[in-house]
C-alpha cells in the first residue's frame, strides 16, 4: 500500500521561504510522476507544479513560476517544494499527489490516484 506524507508546512511572513517535502511510503514503482496541488478554503483545488519520474520534466503553474522550485530524490522517496517569495496568496493546505499514467492532462486533480493528507501554509502580508 502507497502512502504519501507532507511536511514542511508553516506560518511565514511575505517574502519568506519554506521548503515542503513529500516522503512516499511503499513501492510506488519507477514510472510515477508526482505533483503538488494546493487548495485555499472555499477554493478548488489547484495545480501548483509537476514533476516526472526521471526528473526531467518539471512544469508549474504561472502564478508560482520562478519563485517555486520542484525536486525529487528518487533513492530516499521523497519530493520536494523550494517555495521562496512567500505571498499572502499562496496561503493554502498543500498536498502532494502521484500517478503512473494519465488519461487526461497532468495539471487536473481527478487524473490522480495516490494523495497525501496535505500540510497547511500560511502567509501574513
Known amino acids: 500500500q502507497v502512502q504519501l506524507v507532507e511536511s514542511g508546512g508553516g506560518s511565514v511572513q511575505a517574502g519568506g521561504s519554506l521548503k515542503l517535502s513529500c516522503e512516499v511510503y511503499?513501492?510506488?514503482?519507477?514510472?510515477?510522476?508526482m505533483g503538488w496541488f494546493r487548495q485555499a478554503p472555499g477554493n478548488k483545488r489547484e495545480w501548483v507544479s509537476v514533476?516526472?519520474?526521471?526528473?526531467?520534466?518539471?512544469h508549474y503553474t504561472l502564478s508560482v513560476k520562478d519563485r517555486f522550485t520542484i525536486s525529487q530524490d528518487n533513492a530516499r522517496g521523497i519530493m520536494y517544494l523550494q517555495m521562496n517569495g512567500l505571498k499572502a496568496e499562496d496561503t493554502a493546505m498543500y498536498y502532494c499527489?502521484?500517478?503512473?499514467?494519465?488519461?487526461?492532462?497532468?495539471?487536473?486533480?481527478?487524473?490522480?490516484?495516490?494523495w497525501g493528507r496535505g500540510t497547511q501554509v500560511t502567509v501574513s502580508s
Open positions: 511503499g513501492s510506488i514503482g519507477g514510472g510515477y510522476w
Open positions: 499527489a502521484a500517478q503512473e499514467f494519465f488519461s487526461g492532462r497532468w495539471d487536473e486533480p481527478e487524473e490522480y490516484g495516490f
Open positions: 514533476i516526472n519520474n526521471g526528473g526531467n520534466f518539471r
